[in-house]
């Protein structure tokens, strides 16, 4: 995809191709449009490309297994500044809507559709923030998008490996804002500057299966998977630090799969999550666990997945530009928290400096989805903002 030419100064058929994307409203209802529930694009990703290529983003589509990305770009320079975000959504599901889930309708001022609030909406605000800042020229530094369709799937052929080509074409950022929808009320009353670690594990004690009556002959896997549970949740883990929440481990199943009651089985089974602060790292949660699994069996296996360590972007100037730039546009003074579930900023942290401000989630994953117009509108000028300061 070719970028075509921006046009300096104002007027002409630049300044008129500027001017149609300063709104966030048309584009959030053509990505609606398109039924991207995960791994599916549905044209969520073309549309997006063909809005920046108009604008002179230099766009490369990437695409991973099932997964279609895209890098955008404008600008060679630094300061480079990234937006981040992703183009799937989850299913509109079983649950009545009042509106077509991908027909984007606007009702008495407000905007309905899977992926109103997560996160089409913001997506069209970075590309009508970028397009009303380019309104005054090419910029000083850098713009770019780093847009994925694979956030709300597996998240293995998206952020990820759209982040290795970065790397490897010398494209990081020197700060990215993810377009998250973060706050819980109001737009402006929350910023997301980390986010905790998670660590899923399933146990499997494997015992000796024998007669209920004659237990000396068996070995009980669920009396030693017992032990364990209570074991590991005998303490918490932490009792939380300065930025984090204490850390909280959860079984989610314990599993034997007897159908009877006289005989003692073979293996037992648990899950278990752990949401996990800076205090600690996947690697050391890990060896905690099989440390004390083999305290009380012999004979197990545990299967670890780590989806993400915690992160946390310390509170300075990059963090002191956008809280500033949404107190100046909204009026609202945002808390910096870092609660919640994991979002790629989980990955970009390894990179360069990330937060994450977005919409008002109260509706995210629910049916009837929706944000209101003039908050879409508020959300790219408050991006329009971070531009302008960052870049200045």
């Known amino acids: 995809m070719l970028p075509l030419p921006l046009r300096e100064g104002g ?7 500027l001017h149609s994307f300063g709104d966030p409203l048309p584009l959030a209802q053509a990505l609606i449009r398109c039924a991207s529930v995960t791994p599916a694009d549905a044209g969520a990703q073309f549309a997006l490309a063909n809005a920046l290529t108009q604008l002179g983003f230099t766009v490369t589509p990437l695409r991973y297994g099932e997964i279609d990305n895209l890098f955008a770009r404008i600008g060679t320079g630094a300061p480079h500044i990234c937006f981040a975000g992703h183009t799937d959504v989850v299913p509109a599901g079983a649950a009545d809507w009042q509106s077509d889930p991908f027909g984007g309708e606007v009702r008495n001022g407000i905007l309905y559709g899977r992926g109103a609030c997560d996160m089409k909406g913001a997506i069209a605000a970075f590309v009508a923030a970028s397009a009303q800042y380019l309104a005054d020229g090419p910029p000083r530094g850098s713009v770019s998008l780093l847009i994925t369709g694979d956030e709300e799937g597996p998240a293995v052929d998206g952020t990820v490996r759209v982040l290795e080509w970065m790397q490897a074409h010398e494209q990081i950022p020197d700060f990215c804002i993810v377009g998250e929808p973060t706050c819980p009320v109001t737009l402006g009353d929350m910023v997301k500057i980390g986010r905790r670690g998670s660590l899923n594990a399933k146990i499997t004690v494997h015992g000796t299966q024998g007669h209920v009556a004659y237990p000396q002959r068996a070995d009980n896997p669920v009396h030693r998977l017992v032990r364990i549970a209570d074991a590991l949740t005998a303490a918490p883990l932490d009792a939380g630090n300065d930025w984090f929440q204490p850390s909280s481990l959860q079984f989610t199943s314990i599993d034997v799969g007897n159908p009877v009651t006289n005989v003692i089985p073979a293996e037992a089974s648990a899950m278990l999550n752990i949401r996990f602060n800076s205090d600690h790292s996947g690697a050391a949660l890990s060896a905690w666990l099989r440390a004390v699994t083999a305290q009380h069996a012999e004979r197990f296996d545990l299967d670890i997945t780590i989806s993400g360590e915690s992160f946390l972007t310390e509170p300075g100037p990059l963090v002191n530009l956008l809280r500033q730039a949404i107190v100046d546009t909204t009026g609202v003074e945002p808390k910096l928290d870092t609660g919640g579930g994991t979002s790629d900023a989980r990955f970009i942290a390894r990179y360069c400096p990330v937060a994450e401000f977005g919409l008002v989630g109260a509706t995210m994953h629910q049916a009837d989805e929706r944000v209101p117009v003039a908050e ?13 300061a960052f870049l200045a």
């Open 11 to 17: 007027g002409g058929e630049g300044a008129q191709v």
């Open 376 to 388: 879409l509108h508020e959300l790219a000028r408050v991006y329009r903002g971070i531009l302008a």
